[in-house]
């Protein structure tokens, strides 16, 4: 097995808790728009199942067998709610997930690379990490639409290994979804999941762990294959003796 050289992260719901400024930011732009739609908690939980904003709004169409909207009138709706999404998140009040900006500083101290590869846009990223600030800044940023398929493909991830110039095994990636982890481990990586709001509690077949958040480990759910109870905080050493 390679040695560690590279932590490759998601974005929502991985980095941060964010995917309900998300939701609110959506059901804004439909009021504005006048489409009388609104995405409650249940609703939205389901469509994340969706990956892609743009995909979502298609999807709730053709889930609701409403009116056919043309893909640029989709793209417009996208485009306002990130505005809006990235407007709310530089007011302030987003944070880091627990562990994440120690394990962050840890990697960049021992020369590990940092990485993200996230089905969320890039301005959304730049958005976030700006907001949070006094973080590493991040090797390599692959956002979901420079690739032609989202996750669970495994494009983004190839994405961010090739501009990397690292193979999968020399990496470890971040996820709070099965999507995600699905994404992941078809690029040949190996994947600690962090439970969040909305990424529900699993299974995740063939993670290597999954804990609450990277501060406050706890044990996988019984019968999770292939993973590994976590006895304290996630470290460098921890993970590099998943190989």
């Known amino acids: 097995m390679a040695a560690l050289a590279a932590l490759i992260f998601d974005v929502d719901g991985t980095l941060a808790e964010t995917e309900e400024w998300h939701r609110e930011a959506f059901n804004a732009t439909f009021r504005e728009a006048g489409l009388g739609w609104h995405w409650d908690q249940a609703a939205y939980a389901e469509l994340l199942e969706v990956t892609g904003g743009k995909e979502r709004i298609a999807y709730h169409i053709r889930r609701e067998g409403l009116a056919p909207m043309t893909p640029e009138r989709i793209a417009a709706l996208h485009k306002d709610k990130t505005a809006r999404y990235t407007a709310r998140v530089a007011a302030g009040g987003i944070a880091l997930r627990p562990g994440v900006r120690r394990l962050m500083l840890e990697a960049r101290r021992a020369r590990v690379k940092l990485a993200i590869a996230t089905t969320t846009s890039r301005p959304n990223v730049m958005a976030l990490l700006r907001a949070v600030g006094d ?3 991040f090797d390599v940023i692959a956002a979901g639409d420079e690739v032609k398929h989202k996750k669970p493909a495994p494009d983004v991830f190839l994405a961010a290994l090739r501009d990397l110039n690292l193979p999968a095994e020399a990496c470890i990636a971040f996820e709070d979804t ?23 509690t699993g299974p995740f077949p063939g993670a290597l762990g999954v804990v609450s958040d990277l501060g406050e480990p706890r044990a996988p759910a019984r019968g999770l294959a292939g ?8 470290t460098l050493n921890w993970l590099r003796g998943r190989g």
């Open 227 to 234: 993973a590994t109870p976590l006895g304290g905080v996630v």
């Open 135 to 137: 973080v590493p800044e």
């Open 178 to 200: 099965l999507n995600g982890v699905k994404s992941a481990t078809a690029a040949g990586l190996r994947v600690v999941v962090t439970t969040s709001l909305y990424g529900g």
